[in-house]
């Protein structure tokens, strides 16, 4: 309560702070307040920025997203832009799977098939797809047409290789042509995270120079993390300057640059049908158990 006292040299009343206990009252309750602000202002932004991001894939729906930017790679294979439904959305893919996509070929018959995204969840409000369009693919026919601005169906995620920091000392990686996206995926996620030591081996075969998909960014790994990725490419169509290797991937060169057989290293392949076949043959003839390979 306030305490008034008369002044007896002006002869009215002034309140004398001295003896007022208010703020003797207030000072604890003003600190209290402040303290409980801040508890809930910690709180709320602990809450913010430690909050799962939204995931957008559905396993069993199918969902749309919207193409935003479409870039020409080389003459048959396009980068594909697609938007989250907001700026901070993730897609909720785990690192090693992939998702599946639906769309219409020339008869206007409805197609599903699947592709890897070559972002992560650490790229946030996006996903990318790296698509090589086939003169006579059905899937190929609906990417080709795609526009910006046009949707996808997309469902996932998808796959049977569940990737465990640590699963393996080495990987040695066999790819052809667009099967580069599985791996490619699977070697961001390892290098981007610094615990995780795994070291990567990768064969990728092609048949010309210009063929070589996301080539740029595995000579960035390759000296970016010095004994930790390296990459030895084999095109069946050279050109006359080339100290990589030619033809098919050999069993010689799956020894020379691939981890030998260890219960503690994997190899994994992705390609086309017949270059996987000649893939397994190779392992097998080199001593890698089935354990020991894997076929995304
Ligand atoms: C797990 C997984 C992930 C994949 N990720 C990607 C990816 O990120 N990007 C991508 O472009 N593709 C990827 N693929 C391949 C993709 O799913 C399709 O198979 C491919 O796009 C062709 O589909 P399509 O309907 O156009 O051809 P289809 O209609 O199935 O085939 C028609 C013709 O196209 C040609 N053709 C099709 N596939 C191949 C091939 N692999 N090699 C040589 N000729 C072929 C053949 O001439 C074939 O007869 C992935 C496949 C799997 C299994």
């Known amino acids: 309560m306030l305490k008034l006292a008369q002044n007896s040299t002006y002869g009215f009343f002034k309140m004398d702070f001295i003896q007022l206990p208010i703020t003797e009252n207030l000072q604890p309750k003003l600190v209290g307040i402040a303290v409980a602000l801040a508890v809930l202002g910690i709180t709320v932004a602990y809450i913010y920025f430690h909050k799962k991001p939204k995931v957008c894939l559905d396993p069993k729906n199918f969902k749309e997203f ?28 785990p690192v090693g799977k992939h998702v599946v996509c639906r769309g219409r070929d020339w008869f206007g018959e409805e197609v599903v098939r699947p592709y890897t995204p070559v972002t992560l969840d650490s790229d946030v409000g996006y996903f990318e797809l790296v698509v090589k369009m086939y003169p006579k693919g059905r899937m190929s026919h609906h990417f080709r047409e795609m526009q910006e601005g046009d949707y996808l169906s997309v469902k996932g995620p998808k796959g049977r290789f569940n990737y465990k920091r640590g699963q393996a000392r080495e990987f040695g990686m066999l790819a052809g042509g667009t099967g580069i996206t599985p791996m490619f995926q699977l070697t ?26 996301l080539k740029e960014e595995l000579d960035g790994f390759a000296s970016n993390f010095p004994g930790r990725f390296t990459v030895y490419y084999v095109l069946s169509q050279p050109p006359a300057a080339w100290n990589g290797g030619v033809g098919h991937i050999s069993k010689e060169m799956i020894a020379s640059h691939c981890p030998a057989p260890a219960p503690d290293i994997q190899i994994l392949r992705c390609g086309p049908p017949g270059m996987n076949k000649a893939m397994a043959d190779h392992l097998t003839a080199l001593g890698y158990t089935s354990k020991m390979q894997f076929e995304f």
């Open 66 to 93: 919207q193409l935003v930017q479409r870039t020409q790679l080389n003459h048959n294979t396009a980068k594909f832009r697609f938007a989250l439904p907001t700026p901070t959305s993730v897609l909720g893919l």
């Open 188 to 213: 961001r996620g390892i290098l981007e995270n610094p615990k995780d030591k795994t070291i990567i081996h990768l064969i990728f075969a092609n048949v010309t120079l210009q063929d070589i998909l």
